[in-house]
């Protein structure tokens, strides 16, 4: 059974960074893997995505600050969020394309997602 889990989450104070990891069990070859955020009242937001061969996608206004990597013999995709701030706050997912390159940036390209990893940016 195919599962995405997500870690890596918590507060944090402006201008500080963490790594978000996305733990993929249950899938025999590698797929492109994405991450979105979604904060409150808000829909959900395309941060980027990674194919199986390691092309990255990124939202233009966050690259620079986030990077997505991942570790095939781990399973695991990485994102690293840096400078972060109060409008970074948001419930964090990762999203399961497909194989070979990524699907494009909207949510309803993804059909698997994991539960969301919380990240609060506050003094």
């Known amino acids: 059974q195919l599962r995405l889990v997500e870690s890596g989450g918590g507060l944090v104070q402006p201008g500080g960074s963490l790594r978000l990891s996305c733990k993929i069990s249950?899938?025999?070859?590698?797929?492109?893997i994405a991450w979105f955020r979604q904060a409150p009242g808000k829909d959900h937001e395309f941060i980027a995505c990674?194919?199986?061969?390691?092309?990255?996608n990124y939202l233009d206004s966050l690259k620079g600050r986030f990077t997505i990597s991942r570790d095939n013999a781990k399973n695991t995709v990485y994102l690293q969020t840096d400078d972060l701030q109060p409008d970074d706050a948001a419930l964090y997912y990762c999203?399961?394309?497909?194989?070979?390159?990524?699907?494009?940036?909207?949510?309803?390209?993804?059909?698997?997602w994991g539960h969301g990893t919380q990240v609060t940016v506050s003094s």
């Open positions: 999203a399961r394309g497909g194989e070979g390159r990524c699907p494009g940036p909207l949510r309803g390209e993804y059909m698997y």
């Open positions: 249950g899938e025999l070859t590698p797929r492109s």
């Open positions: 990674i194919s199986t061969s390691g092309i990255t």
